[in-house]
């Protein structure tokens, strides 16, 4: 069982006040706070805390860390993009009908990914959203 303590005394001067989660199951000790010779995070063998006093803390042990990858995937049509530019250019030219209005409403989330920035369709100019339908969209690879 993991306990955690603060010690409150020590031979060495830089334990004290230090806080750690101690495993008596593997001897080990694993350093949460300590204001010199130890790092946050670093596990060292019990022993090499020698003898100390301490008083017990109500510390819950770190989350188990497990690598991982975050993947955000957008499928989307060339059309879908095009139809969004086109009721947005009707609408900056004043020709603008309901549904033109509409379909901005629709894809006013709609994000791309540009120069590894995440950033909403409807917020690029004309001239940059033309420029992402022409990167992003080939008629063969």
Known sequence: MVKGIQITQSANPNLVNSI????????????LAAASQYEADQVVALAELGEYESRELN???????EGGQHLNVNVLKRETLEKVMQARERIEAGEASNDDYNVLSENAQLTIRVSGYAVRFNSLTLEQQKDVITRTFTQSL
């Open 59 to 65: 510390v819950q042990a770190p989350p188990v860390r």
């Open 20 to 31: 750690w989660l101690i495993d008596d199951a593997s001897e080990q000790a694993r350093c």
